[in-house]
């Protein structure tokens, strides 16, 4: 399968070269050339695999120029046991009222990230060596929080990278913060800016789309790539577990194989839901995807208001900080799918939103993606409030970001009486969010972020998760500061690692 650029479909690469190159040079997004249909047969044998199983056979779906034996060989690595506490890498959890939570942050940094960064240091790497490229993959990453620490993880020490993650200095976690200034490893470095998360993904497109810098790096032997959800490589592992998390519930008989569930997300950059709608694409059975966001809700009145996105407005710093967002990169790819690969709308589009910061879907192409897609937004006081309830009805703990899902599911399910079972993404432990979900719980704060752990554990009689347990003390590596006009500049800082 061929992938070409959302601004330009003429030059066709192989996956390979998408995933190697993170984005395409005229700033654009790798997209395949087509969805791969899953048949009947597929089904039947993706319900018999294990997650390493389904993960491996839906990238090869996509990723046409690498062997189902090494598919096999880095899902068996991404996701080994160890690293997810278990065989069960993406359990689905039952709730009432035909709610299935999709629990994504069973691997190492505690957030849904995992499931595609534990995997992308082997597709990166493989790709690198079939392209016969023989540069060090200089990656750069912004993070609204999670991303970044779960790229840091998977790249770290990893031959032939190295990694550079900026996060907004005041908009992460205290626990977000503190896996990224910690992290270890000799080809990491990570840098704090002045402004918030969109400020920091511009700065990182920018970069890529700088000649001069890309030709001094060239010179210094090194070349760019990306780990966030531009990277076509991030994005395809998403995938699988909206394909897997229906197969676990066809086998635990929470519905009848064909039958359509809904999806409902949790998201800011665009990426996670997405990958639902490729799924959709594939053939997964779904009737809605259901688009959650916080106060910074640009991504609901896209769909609310026909197809009208606009960045002009307040940005508010929330208690899910990884949804934060209002520049929404992924959405590229869901106009560029919906209007049929038209790349010239999608870069006309493009260049209002970085002149302007707004555009207008047409009413034809927003048809189409209207009829998949619902939307519905959550403040913090509303995602405290539904901490709280599923604490106390279900007995099930939820952080910021999965309660802000499940509010706007039952939002959504109370205005459209829609009760299609539904799968909700839980996409981090509530305990990296902790002082947030101890003040929605009644708990006591202390003044130490990592003594919330203690304080969660003792009001839920629930086990922090050992990664993060393991920071307690640990001494930041990484402080420096800087204005958000001045991020170009870091770059230099890849030479000395």
Request: charged fraction near 25%; hydrophobic fraction near 40%; include cysteine.
């Amino acid at each position: 399968m061929d992938y070409v650029s959302t601004r330009n479909k003429a030059a066709r690469v192989t996956a390979a070269y998408a995933i190697a190159n993170g984005i395409a040079s005229d700033g654009g997004l790798y997209c395949p050339t087509g969805f791969p249909a899953l048949a009947a047969e597929d089904w039947e044998a993706l319900a018999g695999m294990d997650y390493k199983g389904r993960a491996a056979c839906i990238l090869g779906k996509f990723l046409t120029d690498f062997s189902a034996e090494e598919l096999a060989d880095y899902a068996a690595k991404a996701y080994a046991d160890e690293k997810f506490g278990g065989a069960d890498t993406a359990p689905v959890v039952a709730l009432g009222g035909g709610r299935n939570m999709l629990e994504l942050w069973h691997g190492p940094t505690c957030a849904f990230k995992d499931m595609a960064l534990q995997m992308l240091p082997h597709l990166l790497t493989a790709s690198l060596r079939k392209t016969g490229e023989t540069r060090t993959a200089c990656i750069l990453v912004a993070t609204s929080g999670d991303t970044g620490k779960a790229a840091l993880d998977g790249f770290h020490d990893v031959q032939g990278t190295k990694i550079m993650v900026y996060y907004p200095v005041d908009g992460v976690s205290p626990m977000q913060k503190l896996q990224m200034v910690t992290q270890e490893g000799g080809n990491v470095e990570v840098v704090a800016i002045r402004g918030n998360f969109d400020d920091a993904q511009s700065a990182v497109k920018r970069i890529f789309t700088d000649e001069k810098t890309r030709e001094e790096l060239d010179r210094d032997g090194m070349m760019l790539s990306s780990a966030n959800s531009i990277n076509w490589g991030r994005l395809a592992p998403q995938i699988a577990y909206y394909v897997s998390a229906y197969c676990d519930m066809v086998k635990g008989g929470a519905v009848e194989m064909g039958e359509k569930i809904n999806i409902c997300v949790p998201t800011g950059n665009f990426g996670n839901i997405l990958a639902a709608y490729i799924a959709k694409r594939m053939g997964l059975p779904v009737n809605k995807l259901i688009c959650a966001s916080n106060r910074n809700n640009v991504l609901t009145d896209f769909f609310k208001k026909g197809g009208a996105y606009d960045r002009n407005r307040d940005f508010y710093t929330t208690t899910s900080p990884s949804m934060d967002i209002l520049i929404s990169s992924n959405l590229e790819r869901l106009l560029f799918f919906a209007s049929d690969y038209d790349d010239k709308l999608v870069a006309e589009l493009m260049d209002k939103l970085a002149r302007g910061g707004s555009y207008q879907v047409a009413k034809d192409v927003f048809a189409k993606i209207d009829a998949d897609f619902d939307a519905g937004c959550c403040d913090d006081r509303a995602a405290a409030e539904t901490i709280r309830t599923l604490w106390e009805t279900e007995h099930y703990l939820c952080d910021t970001h999965t309660a802000v899902a499940v509010r706007v599911y039952e939002d959504y399910r109370v205005r459209t009486g829609d009760e299609t079972p539904v799968v909700i993404a839980s996409t981090a432990s509530p305990f990296k969010f902790c002082r947030s979900v101890i003040e929605a719980l009644g708990g006591t704060l202390e003044k130490d972020d990592v003594t919330q752990l203690d304080v969660l554990t003792a009001l839920t009689d629930t086990p922090a998760p050992s990664p993060l347990a393991a920071l307690a003390g640990r001494p930041p590596r990484f402080e420096r500061v800087v204005d958000k006009a001045d991020i170009l500049s870091t770059v230099s800082l890849l030479r000395d690692l």
